[in-house]
């Protein structure tokens, strides 16, 4: 997890405090790009209080660095090599193949919960923009697209954990039974679910029923359902 190391907590907020004043941002924009409260930041400068892997991967995406910068490094500005990587891929799987572009390495491209998320999906149904981190591909995962979502929240507990690790796929249709990805068309929503109806009418459930009811969608009102096909459980 992105917490085993010890680090500072003075060097990740003056981090984030020279983030602020770098690009001019007020509190009230801070909380509002990464949920986290002035309170919380305050509490974890005068180290009465540590953030959570949520939250490490939520300020990693809004200042586009790696969350190893975060937590490690004691210089600013980062270097080079300290911003986030590129997720999306502007080559067809076709292409791919042709030139071996299918890299050992598979982009983490965010978090994902019952309905919320911090990827942005382009219009193919592909993550685009930054990604928060970097994993080595899981063997059998071919798809050029494939990328890794951290899970937030306790809608898939106890078989997914927060902070649980799951990589999904674009190539491959969903089947009943599988562990998906849905991003609803209406409102843009993401959730991860487990799909036990796939038709004209779609059903996703949670495994953490308590305060999670199912839900049902018709099949038009769907952008995608792209099944997860490696699975890490977080400790």
Known sequence: MLLDCIFSHMRITEKIYAFLRRDKWTLQKFAKATGISRTKLWRVHTEQGSFSDTEILRLSTAFK??????????????????????????????????????????????????????????????PSGYGIDEIRRPDGVTDPHAY??????????????????????????????????????????VYIKHLRRNGDIVVLESFNAQGHDPLTFKKEDISFLHPCVWFKRAR
């Open 65 to 126: 660095v790696t969350s190893d910068y975060l937590l490690k490094a004691d210089y600013f500005p980062p270097h080079l090599e300290d911003r986030l990587s590129k997720v999306f891929r502007k080559v067809s799987l076709k292409q791919a193949e042709g030139i071996g572009e299918v890299s050992d390495i598979l982009p983490v491209a965010g978090y994902v919960s019952a309905g919320d998320t911090n990827v942005v999906y382009g219009d193919a149904g592909y």
């Open 148 to 189: 890794g979502l951290f899970v937030d929240g306790d809608n898939m507990t106890p078989f997914l954990p927060e902070g649980s690790l799951v990589v999904a796929v674009t190539d491959t249709p969903a089947k009943i039974g599988d562990i998906v990805i849905c991003r609803e068309k209406t409102t843009g929503k």
